[in-house]
């Protein structure tokens, strides 16, 4: 009998680790394998350097030296979650070119030399029907228990665009058989607390006492993320009833939800009409 899994799709490495590494953590622990997928080809970043006074600049880098930066640290996070990173390998919609200034050419952007090639940009990665039948065929290869991925309420248009591209896929693999739920992580935190529009969820996972370990996972990010600790997480207390929650929004019905296994039970149990 195959193990259960749980399928995580983020846009950029470190969204799986920031936002459901908990979840991620948690359900590791108690056998669960994890699909860890990553829809664009990370080609756009800049590396964040500790000055002798633990203060961070930003520093522009060329896609054929970040690309691979990005992917071997989303390796090191898929390893600890005992797993290798699936590449989609959707170009970002904007890179540093060689004279180290953003381009930023939005939709069809060409992909730069050292880039990876030959996809549509993530951003119009939902209207392409070979990139949505990738998707559906992921999912049904490894029939995880369910399905998470970025909300469609976000700051960043490419978590927006990943998550049109999972909801494009994911429902062509239900109409091809497949039965686990859809959730769209909430990406709430202390910096959009006051922004309720963010604030759209149906469930979550309890990570208590799991924090500290997940700041370890998302430390496999250096160059993006040199200080975990000083991420700003909410405490969740006033809505979920526990300080570490990872909260999720069901984008399949919830009517028609039946848990079938450890995962999908608790999301049943903290099932909630929102406050
Ligand atoms: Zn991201």
Same mark, same amino acid.
């Given at each position: ?19 459901? /590494? ?21 080609? %756009?970043?800049? =590396? ?13 880098? +060329? ?6 930066? !990005?992917? &071997? +640290? ?10 290798? *990173? ?6 970002? &919609?904007?890179?540093? /070119? ?30 392409? *029907? ?46 091809? /058989?497949?039965? /686990? ?15 309720? %529009?963010?604030?759209?969820?149906? %469930?979550?996972?309890?990570? %208590?006492?799991? !924090? ?6 998302? &430390? ?9 600790? &000083? ?14 929650? +990872?909260? =999720?929004?069901?984008?399949? *019905?919830? !009517?028609?939800?039946? *848990? ?5 039970? +608790? ?9």
């Amino acid at each position: 009998m195959t193990k259960a899994s749980i399928m995580c799709i983020g846009a950029h490495a470190d969204d799986i680790e920031f936002w459901v /590494g908990g979840t991620c953590l948690k359900y590791l622990d108690r056998g669960y394998e994890i699909d860890y997928v990553m829809s664009t080809n990370n080609m %756009s970043g800049q =590396f964040h350097i500790v000055e002798k006074d633990k203060s961070v600049t930003r520093k522009e880098a +060329e896609p054929a030296l970040m690309e691979p930066i !990005r992917k &071997r +640290e989303a390796a090191a996070g898929a390893a600890m979650l005992k797993t290798v *990173p699936v590449h989609l390998d959707h170009p970002q &919609r904007h890179y540093t /070119g060689s004279d180290m200034k953003k381009v930023l050419e939005g939709y069809g952007v060409p992909a730069p030399k050292g880039a990876t090639l030959g996809r549509p940009s993530i951003m119009v990665s939902y209207d392409d *029907p070979k990139s949505v039948d990738r998707v559906k065929d992921l999912i049904l290869e490894r029939a995880p228990e369910a399905v998470l991925t970025h909300n469609l309420i976000t700051e960043s248009p490419e978590h927006y665009a990943t998550a049109m591209l999972i909801l494009r896929g994911y429902r062509k693999a239900l109409k091809a /058989g497949y039965a /686990g739920p859809l959730l769209f992580w909430n990406e709430f935190c202390q910096s959009t607390e006051l922004d309720m %529009s963010f604030f759209i969820w149906n %469930s979550f996972i309890d990570i %208590s006492g799991l !924090r500290q370990r997940q700041f370890d996972l998302i &430390r496999c990010h250096i160059t993006m993320v040199p200080f975990p600790e &000083r991420m700003d997480y909410l405490d969740f207390t006033r809505y979920a009833g526990v300080k570490d929650a +990872e909260l =999720f929004k069901f984008a399949s *019905p919830v !009517r028609d939800f039946k *848990p079938s296994g450890d995962f999908t039970d +608790e999301i049943k149990r903290n099932l909630m009409t929102q406050k």
